[in-house]
Protein backbone atom coordinates (compact mmCIF):
# COMPACT_ATOMS: atom_id res chain seq x y z
CA UNK A 1 0.00 0.00 0.00
CA UNK A 2 1.47 3.60 -1.17
CA UNK A 3 2.47 5.62 1.84
CA UNK A 4 1.38 8.77 0.19
CA UNK A 5 0.02 9.39 -3.81
CA UNK A 6 -0.63 12.66 -5.93
CA UNK A 7 -2.28 12.73 -9.11
CA UNK A 8 -0.77 14.53 -11.95
CA UNK A 9 -3.86 14.04 -14.43
CA UNK A 10 -6.32 11.20 -15.08
CA UNK A 11 -3.69 8.84 -16.42
CA UNK A 12 -0.70 9.86 -14.38
CA UNK A 13 -0.20 9.28 -10.30
CA UNK A 14 2.56 9.10 -8.20
CA UNK A 15 2.59 6.83 -5.42
CA UNK A 16 5.97 6.93 -2.44
CA UNK A 17 5.79 2.78 -1.82
CA UNK A 18 9.38 1.72 0.58
CA UNK A 19 10.52 4.91 0.22
CA UNK A 20 10.84 5.07 -3.23
CA UNK A 21 8.65 7.53 -5.84
CA UNK A 22 7.16 5.21 -8.16
CA UNK A 23 5.03 6.60 -11.41
CA UNK A 24 1.52 4.48 -12.14
CA UNK A 25 0.08 5.00 -15.74
CA UNK A 26 -3.78 4.27 -15.63
CA UNK A 27 -3.65 2.13 -13.14
CA UNK A 28 -0.23 0.07 -14.04
CA UNK A 29 2.94 0.64 -12.62
CA UNK A 30 5.25 2.69 -15.19
CA UNK A 31 8.54 3.12 -13.34
CA UNK A 32 9.85 5.32 -10.97
CA UNK A 33 11.82 8.22 -10.44
CA UNK A 34 15.32 9.44 -10.55
CA UNK A 35 17.36 11.15 -7.46
CA UNK A 36 18.21 14.14 -9.47
CA UNK A 37 18.33 16.87 -6.31
CA UNK A 38 22.06 18.61 -6.30
CA UNK A 39 24.00 21.02 -3.91
CA UNK A 40 25.34 23.43 -6.63
CA UNK A 41 28.34 25.80 -5.52
CA UNK A 42 27.95 29.57 -6.25
CA UNK A 43 31.51 29.61 -8.25
CA UNK A 44 29.81 26.21 -10.33
CA UNK A 45 26.56 28.45 -10.91
CA UNK A 46 28.03 29.80 -14.07
CA UNK A 47 29.26 26.58 -15.80
CA UNK A 48 25.31 25.45 -15.56
CA UNK A 49 24.05 28.96 -17.74
CA UNK A 50 24.13 27.41 -21.17
CA UNK A 51 22.15 24.16 -19.48
CA UNK A 52 18.78 24.17 -21.58
CA UNK A 53 16.62 20.84 -20.47
CA UNK A 54 17.21 18.54 -17.42
CA UNK A 55 19.04 16.23 -19.77
CA UNK A 56 22.14 18.90 -20.16
CA UNK A 57 22.26 19.58 -16.42
CA UNK A 58 21.69 15.79 -15.48
CA UNK A 59 24.51 15.22 -18.37
CA UNK A 60 27.30 17.70 -16.18
CA UNK A 61 26.52 16.53 -12.74
CA UNK A 62 29.97 14.99 -12.23
CA UNK A 63 31.14 18.56 -11.20
CA UNK A 64 28.26 18.66 -8.73
CA UNK A 65 27.99 17.30 -5.66
CA UNK A 66 24.71 14.93 -5.24
CA UNK A 67 22.85 15.36 -1.91
CA UNK A 68 20.92 13.05 -0.10
CA UNK A 69 17.74 13.64 1.51
CA UNK A 70 14.39 11.74 3.11
CA UNK A 71 11.74 10.02 0.57
CA UNK A 72 9.15 11.99 1.80
CA UNK A 73 10.81 15.25 0.64
CA UNK A 74 11.77 13.93 -2.14
CA UNK A 75 8.74 12.60 -3.37
CA UNK A 76 7.36 15.98 -3.24
CA UNK A 77 10.48 17.58 -5.18
CA UNK A 78 9.17 14.95 -8.21
CA UNK A 79 5.48 15.31 -7.80
CA UNK A 80 6.05 19.21 -8.35
CA UNK A 81 8.30 18.31 -11.58
CA UNK A 82 5.78 16.57 -13.09
CA UNK A 83 2.92 18.90 -12.25
CA UNK A 84 5.25 21.37 -13.76
CA UNK A 85 5.89 19.31 -16.81
CA UNK A 86 1.79 18.92 -17.00
CA UNK A 87 1.28 22.71 -16.66
CA UNK A 88 3.85 23.09 -19.11
CA UNK A 89 2.26 21.87 -21.82
CA UNK A 90 4.39 18.23 -21.41
CA UNK A 91 7.83 20.44 -22.28
CA UNK A 92 10.40 17.79 -22.22
CA UNK A 93 13.37 20.22 -21.06
CA UNK A 94 11.73 19.73 -17.57
CA UNK A 95 12.33 15.77 -16.96
CA UNK A 96 14.77 13.43 -17.67
CA UNK A 97 14.46 11.87 -21.48
CA UNK A 98 13.89 8.56 -19.88
CA UNK A 99 11.04 9.38 -18.16
CA UNK A 100 9.97 12.34 -19.98
CA UNK A 101 9.28 10.65 -23.72
CA UNK A 102 7.84 7.53 -22.65
CA UNK A 103 5.38 9.14 -20.93
CA UNK A 104 4.46 11.42 -23.43
CA UNK A 105 4.12 8.63 -25.72
CA UNK A 106 1.85 6.91 -23.80
CA UNK A 107 -0.54 9.76 -23.19
CA UNK A 108 -0.18 10.58 -26.66
CA UNK A 109 -1.39 6.81 -27.63
CA UNK A 110 -3.69 7.31 -25.26
CA UNK A 111 -5.72 9.83 -26.63
CA UNK A 112 -4.76 13.22 -24.42
CA UNK A 113 -5.72 15.94 -26.10
CA UNK A 114 -2.66 18.33 -24.54
CA UNK A 115 -0.15 15.44 -25.69
CA UNK A 116 -1.76 14.60 -28.88
CA UNK A 117 -0.98 18.47 -29.81
CA UNK A 118 2.35 18.48 -28.71
CA UNK A 119 4.20 15.30 -29.24
CA UNK A 120 5.06 15.62 -32.67
CA UNK A 121 6.37 19.08 -31.89
CA UNK A 122 8.13 17.87 -28.86
CA UNK A 123 10.12 15.13 -30.59
CA UNK A 124 11.44 17.58 -33.58
CA UNK A 125 12.14 20.27 -30.98
CA UNK A 126 13.68 18.01 -29.01
CA UNK A 127 15.75 16.43 -32.11
CA UNK A 128 16.82 19.72 -33.63
CA UNK A 129 17.83 20.98 -30.16
CA UNK A 130 21.34 19.04 -31.17
CA UNK A 131 22.19 17.28 -27.76
CA UNK A 132 23.86 14.37 -29.02
CA UNK A 133 22.18 12.35 -26.19
CA UNK A 134 18.69 13.05 -26.76
CA UNK A 135 19.16 12.59 -30.83
CA UNK A 136 20.82 9.03 -29.12
CA UNK A 137 17.45 8.04 -26.89
CA UNK A 138 15.12 9.02 -29.72
CA UNK A 139 16.50 7.24 -32.26
CA UNK A 140 17.35 3.95 -30.57
CA UNK A 141 13.93 3.63 -28.83
CA UNK A 142 11.84 4.26 -32.09
CA UNK A 143 10.45 7.58 -31.34
CA UNK A 144 11.11 8.86 -34.88
CA UNK A 145 9.42 6.11 -36.65
CA UNK A 146 6.58 9.04 -36.38
CA UNK A 147 7.84 10.89 -38.71
CA UNK A 148 7.11 10.44 -42.68
CA UNK A 149 10.48 9.83 -45.09
CA UNK A 150 9.93 13.34 -45.77
CA UNK A 151 9.98 15.23 -42.74
CA UNK A 152 13.27 12.68 -41.53
CA UNK A 153 14.59 14.17 -44.70
CA UNK A 154 14.25 17.39 -43.90
CA UNK A 155 15.29 16.64 -40.03
CA UNK A 156 18.78 15.47 -41.51
CA UNK A 157 18.20 12.21 -40.25
CA UNK A 158 20.07 10.67 -42.83
CA UNK A 159 23.14 12.56 -42.16
CA UNK A 160 23.34 12.47 -39.03
CA UNK A 161 23.33 8.92 -39.00
CA UNK A 162 26.03 8.47 -41.40
CA UNK A 163 27.93 10.98 -39.44
CA UNK A 164 27.80 8.41 -36.45
CA UNK A 165 29.21 5.29 -38.12
CA UNK A 166 32.36 4.69 -39.76
CA UNK A 167 32.63 5.47 -43.62
CA UNK A 168 32.78 1.76 -44.43
CA UNK A 169 29.67 1.15 -42.54
CA UNK A 170 28.16 3.80 -44.20
CA UNK A 171 29.09 3.26 -47.93
CA UNK A 172 27.40 -0.74 -46.93
CA UNK A 173 24.49 1.24 -45.78
CA UNK A 174 23.77 3.30 -48.65
CA UNK A 175 24.47 0.63 -51.20
CA UNK A 176 22.11 -1.39 -49.19
CA UNK A 177 19.34 1.23 -49.36
CA UNK A 178 20.51 1.55 -53.27
CA UNK A 179 19.86 -1.83 -53.47
CA UNK A 180 16.70 -1.76 -52.02
CA UNK A 181 15.90 0.99 -54.70
CA UNK A 182 15.50 4.02 -52.46
CA UNK A 183 16.53 6.09 -55.01
CA UNK A 184 16.09 9.36 -53.46
CA UNK A 185 19.81 8.36 -51.48
CA UNK A 186 21.07 8.30 -54.73
CA UNK A 187 22.83 11.63 -54.52
CA UNK A 188 24.10 11.22 -51.05
CA UNK A 189 25.61 8.26 -51.95
CA UNK A 190 26.91 9.73 -55.12
CA UNK A 191 28.44 12.99 -52.81
CA UNK A 192 30.15 10.79 -50.16
CA UNK A 193 32.01 8.64 -52.99
CA UNK A 194 33.03 11.76 -54.28
CA UNK A 195 34.40 13.13 -50.78
CA UNK A 196 36.29 10.22 -50.19
CA UNK A 197 37.98 10.01 -53.94
CA UNK A 198 39.01 13.75 -53.52
CA UNK A 199 39.88 12.90 -49.71
CA UNK A 200 43.29 11.89 -48.00
CA UNK A 201 41.99 7.91 -46.95
CA UNK A 202 43.69 5.75 -48.82
CA UNK A 203 42.13 2.96 -46.79
CA UNK A 204 38.62 3.94 -47.95
CA UNK A 205 39.68 4.76 -51.76
CA UNK A 206 41.16 0.79 -51.87
CA UNK A 207 37.53 -0.34 -50.76
CA UNK A 208 35.60 2.02 -52.79
CA UNK A 209 37.52 -0.29 -55.37
CA UNK A 210 37.29 -3.36 -53.87
CA UNK A 211 33.70 -3.11 -52.69
CA UNK A 212 32.68 -1.94 -56.84
CA UNK A 213 31.20 1.45 -55.33
CA UNK A 214 32.89 3.34 -57.74
CA UNK A 215 31.29 0.94 -60.34
CA UNK A 216 27.86 3.28 -58.80
CA UNK A 217 28.82 6.83 -60.35
CA UNK A 218 27.98 8.36 -63.30
CA UNK A 219 30.49 7.94 -66.64
CA UNK A 220 31.00 11.70 -66.30
CA UNK A 221 31.71 11.97 -62.84
CA UNK A 222 34.45 8.63 -63.42
CA UNK A 223 36.01 10.47 -66.72
CA UNK A 224 36.17 13.54 -64.31
CA UNK A 225 38.41 11.74 -62.04
CA UNK A 226 39.66 8.96 -63.50
CA UNK A 227 43.14 10.26 -63.01
CA UNK A 228 42.38 10.20 -59.13
CA UNK A 229 41.33 6.69 -59.61
CA UNK A 230 45.11 6.05 -61.82
CA UNK A 231 47.23 7.58 -59.29
CA UNK A 232 45.62 5.04 -56.64
CA UNK A 233 47.69 2.06 -58.80
CA UNK A 234 51.21 3.38 -57.61
CA UNK A 235 51.11 2.17 -53.97
CA UNK A 236 48.15 0.09 -53.79
CA UNK A 237 48.24 -3.85 -52.90
CA UNK A 238 48.57 -6.28 -55.66
CA UNK A 239 44.29 -7.16 -55.39
CA UNK A 240 43.44 -3.31 -55.73
CA UNK A 241 46.11 -2.98 -58.41
CA UNK A 242 44.15 -5.54 -60.27
CA UNK A 243 40.98 -4.40 -59.79
CA UNK A 244 41.96 -0.76 -60.65
CA UNK A 245 43.12 -2.16 -63.72
CA UNK A 246 39.93 -4.22 -64.56
CA UNK A 247 37.92 -1.13 -63.58
CA UNK A 248 39.87 1.61 -66.11
CA UNK A 249 39.89 -1.34 -69.02
CA UNK A 250 35.62 -1.51 -68.45
CA UNK A 251 35.53 2.51 -68.22
CA UNK A 252 37.80 2.99 -71.18
CA UNK A 253 37.84 7.01 -72.67
Given at each position: MAEKEFRVNEYIVLKLEKGITEIYFNGLKFGHCKHLLFNIKRNKMKDLLHIKSMDEF?????????????????FWAHCSNLQAWYENNYNTDILVMDIAFPLLEALYKSGDKKAVEVYKEELLRRFNSKYEPVRDFLFENYFLEFFTDEE???MGLLEWILSKIDKIKMFKFLTMLLNDDVEKYYDVYIEEILKTITGNEKELKYYLIDSG??????????????????????????????KIKSFLLHFEF
Open positions: SGSYENIDNITIDSNTELESCLKNLPKKIIKENIKRIEELRYRAPPKIKK
